[in-house]
């Protein structure tokens, strides 16, 4: 096996233009990991915040970008008993996935259903993961109750809603999206869609719920979305926020929220350990995989484009051009 592989680097921090393809060492997996050649990887908005040197990657991960692989496991560590060459598996990984070559955790693997390809395969982890661990594991959701989910066309979004479908049937899906994504986050069998560019989200949800409010709020915006957030929320309501990209700093009105006896939840899956991570995808397995085998979920995939555009396909993410996920594929030489 080679000791080199393609992988996209950087020249340093910045916009998209940074991104270009080169060659580095290859990876060694350690006693516990495993070796995967990487068939599809996808992109994910940490990865930009990485890109813009914001998001280091945590210790002893690799500074590739990419938290989610597809591929074929072609060398196992000395303690590796539960998988075997050639098996067909992705992975959450903490970096690298932007490249020929992979290590992930035996823990951290999910068997990719003979249904499923590699390209599809590459959408779970990020943000299947990410839907699930905050709306159902942190948040509780549960048939009977309303959610509302920011961001509509976007990866985590459109898994969050697929996961709603399949796992809680009875639970109301209200989301918010541009004026310009409306019509297909409708598509995908929501109970409402507010368009955040033409109306108070805060005052729709109000109607929508007869002044209730929503029971779990899973936002990424942030600071600009928090007091609106807050007064949507239900009494014993549950806000996740999962991301900041309006900003990390808001006022907000704690007299207000404990009469409400809310919750608020600041939640990101990367930097948890490698255990809880474990114990993360090991309770998704079970209750999603099979979902996925039979093709009842299936991720809503944007584009697919050569590792060699990655740089392409973080500019269409930044332009929130995509629906779903943007998908890279790798070549094998």
Known sequence: MPSKMKAVVMDGFGSADVLHMGTVERPVPDDTQVLVQVAATSVNRPDIVQREGNYPPPPGESDVLGLEIAGTVVELGKYVTDWHLGDRVVALVGGGGYAQFATAYAAHLIRIPESM??????????????????????????????????GG????????????????????????????????????????????????????????????????????????????????????????IIGVMSGARSELNLAAMMVKRQRLVGSVLRPRSISEKAEIIAEFTRAVMPFMASRKIVPSIHQVLPLGEAAAAHQIMEASMHFGKIVLQVESS
């Open 117 to 150: 390809s590699f390209q599809e395969a590459a959408c779970i982890c990020e943000t299947y993961i990410t839907a699930y661990l905050n709306l159902f594991r942190i948040a509780g959701l549960r048939n009977g109750q309303s959610v509302l989910l920011h």
């Open 153 to 240: 066309g976007g990866g985590v979004n459109t898994a969050a809603i697929h996961l709603c479908h399949a796992l809680t049937p009875e639970v109301a899906v209200i989301v918010t999206a541009s004026s310009g994504k409306v019509e297909r986050v409708g598509a995908l069998g929501v109970d409402s869609v507010i368009d955040y560019q033409q109306r108070d989200f805060t005052e729709e949800v109000k109607q929508i719920t007869q002044g209730r409010g929503v029971d779990i709020i899973l936002d990424h915006i942030g600071a600009a979305y928090l007091t609106s957030n807050m007064k949507a929320l239900a009494t014993e309501g549950t806000l996740v």
